[in-house]
């Protein structure tokens, strides 16, 4: 018998229909998973499933325990939310209330579904971090959202989740942009717990090294309808729609030029590093020293990768080689010949046209205010004032066909756009002013698998045509196993291995390195 039957769902919101005819079951125990672009219809499909998507117009069925869920009135959702179906959100950092503790928010959930005074149920709060093996839980269950970890918050998640034993639990990417690391100690986590409640799970992703080796079984969705289910290992070995054959070889291939060693380096580095002061109580400060003792160099039309774990100061280089790190920055930074080290920021402006920055989430770093026009023109604005109106137009018109997108679209906002398409205007700001020299600080990270390839592509051929250097911060070791000429590893802010990207991930002499590249390439243990 079925935990879960969805029968011919339809979910509209005014005009739009944005899931159609969509039939799968799910049983008890079984770990199911949804695959599929952005846009796709796979997270509404399980936001359908506890009726979390605002505004729909559903039709069909969605029997859970032979039970409509379409016909339950709000007040009994509410006792289904949580308690017979969980779910962990996307990014943590926006489903956690900043305001409360991480062990407040798991305490309310037993208070209300099992009537658990407070101090039992903080007591249990703190059982359940323990379970997903956060260090410390019973200190960490006194922390805000904003003091734990990227997979510290995760974690939280699914203690939030897992509190009243659910029968159901929805993960909607819960890895995404996440260390490899983290991603494997996540997974791992999420499978030991399925086993021991015997807990049905429904996976939403679009990483299909997590699904191959995570799902019973794998839909794929495409423009709002389930076009193919199968068992996992005969999904990935015989797949029967075109679509899914194109998601299953959109993984990143090499794709760079050679270049020439003996050319002057454009960006260089010696004994770069960066130190926080963070404040301790009224009158004391603790020295941070986020990055040490680094050294590199970039030449003209390479590609510098540089990888590690959070935490590891991987983006701190990167901001503090630019010169837009708030930390002390000590040791020598040089830019096409010049010593930028103590450079004022007037002597600074001329340099910034020529060195230009990608951002991970272009959401985040796209006003959502101003047009295409205003956002891509900006700069333009600031350093080429003698453009005028007309040419400054044309300019940014010629950026955005450059980077694939119409002109036409100059006069939309951000929120306008897919994740694929606002990165793409990201990089048409940083590409119009013709920089030398561009900071891509994971700029895939959160993209599906086909438009990341897309992306990378056009990095490539934009790198090919203007000579564009390129210093690529990722924990995407396949990412930079393409994209990358050279790669330096970071640990706790020192680099403990660099060399030709083949030669050290092919080869790695560190155990670091090691452990990077095992977890990139990981598999579930069939262990609990």
């Known amino acids: 018998m079925s935990l879960l039957d969805v029968c011919h769902l339809r979910v509209r919101f005014g005009a739009a229909t944005v899931v159609d005819d969509v039939s799968f079951s799910i049983a008890p125990g079984e770990k199911f998973a949804l695959v599929g672009e952005s846009g796709s219809g796979k997270t509404v499909t399980s936001l359908s499933m506890m009726r979390l998507s605002q505004d729909a117009q559903y039709e069909g069925q969605i029997l859970f325990e032979g039970q409509d869920i379409l016909k339950k009135s709000e007040a009994a959702m509410r006792g289904v939310r949580g308690k017979d179906m969980a779910m962990i959100f996307q990014e943590p950092m926006t489903a956690l209330n900043p305001l409360f503790t991480v062990g407040n928010q798991i305490a309310e959930v037993l208070m209300l579904h099992e ?13 359940l971090l323990e379970k997903t093996g956060i260090p410390e839980p019973a200190r960490r269950a006194l922390a805000y959202p904003h003091q734990l970890s990227g997979g510290q918050r995760q974690r939280a998640m699914i203690a939030m989740a897992l509190a009243c034993k659910p029968k159901l639990l929805i993960a909607d990417e819960p890895t995404t942009a996440l260390d490899v690391t983290i991603q494997v100690q996540i997974l791992e986590l999420l499978n030991q717990l399925q086993r021991e409640e015997n807990m049905a799970v429904l996976m939403i992703t679009h990483d299909l090294n997590l699904v191959r080796h995570f799902a019973d ?5 495409e423009r709002g309808r389930l076009i193919e289910a199968a068992e996992t290992a005969e999904l990935f070995s015989n797949p029967r729609e075109a679509y899914t054959r194109k998601l299953l070889g959109s993984h990143p291939e090499r794709i760079i030029d050679t270049v020439r060693q003996d050319a002057p380096p454009l960006l260089s580095g010696e004994h770069v590093r960066c ?22 160099q970039l030449r003209p039309h390479e590609t510098l990768g540089i990888v590690g774990e959070s935490g590891s100061g991987k983006s701190t280089l990167g901001m503090a080689l630019l010169r837009l790190s708030p930390a002390r920055v000590d040791g ?12 004022s920021r007037d002597a600074l402006r001329p340099l910034r046209a020529r060195m230009q920055v990608v951002f991970q989430d272009p959401f985040a770093s796209l006003s959502p205010r101003r047009t295409i026009e205003q956002i891509v023109g900006e700069g333009l604005a600031l350093h080429r004032p003698q453009l005028g109106k007309t040419g400054l137009r044309d300019a940014v018109a010629q950026g955005l066909l450059e980077v694939g997108l119409a002109p036409e679209m100059m006069s939309r906002y951000p929120h306008e756009f897919s994740g694929g398409q606002r990165q793409r205007i990201a990089i048409a700001r940083a590409l119009v002013l013709k920089p030398e020299l561009i900071l891509l600080d994971e700029p895939t990270s959160s993209l599906d698998v086909s438009v990341q390839k897309q992306v990378l592509m056009l990095l490539a051929e934009l790198q090919r045509k203007h000579g564009i250097a390129y210093l690529f911060i990722s924990h995407d070791l396949a990412v930079i196993r393409a994209m990358a000429h050279r790669v330096m590893v970071m640990k706790d802010g020192k680099v403990v291995e660099s060399g030709a990207t083949e030669d050290v991930l092919s080869n790695p002499s560190h155990p670091y390195t090691r452990r990077l590249l095992a977890a990139s390439t990981y598999s579930i243990s069939e262990e609990v």
Do not use: H, Y
């Not at 407070?118 to 059982?127: L, W």
């Not at 130190?275 to 003792?293: L, Y």
């Not at 020598?332 to 930028?340: E, L, P």
């Open 275 to 296: 130190t926080f002061s963070i404040p301790q109580g009224w009158f004391k400060k603790r020295e941070f020293v986020a990055v040490d003792n680094v050294d590199l």
């Open 332 to 343: 020598r930074i040089g830019f096409a010949g010049q010593s930028t080290s103590d450079m």
């Open 115 to 127: 009537g658990m005074n407070g101090r039992a149920a903080a007591q249990r709060a703190v059982g």
């Open 217 to 221: 079984r794998v839909g794929v969705m």
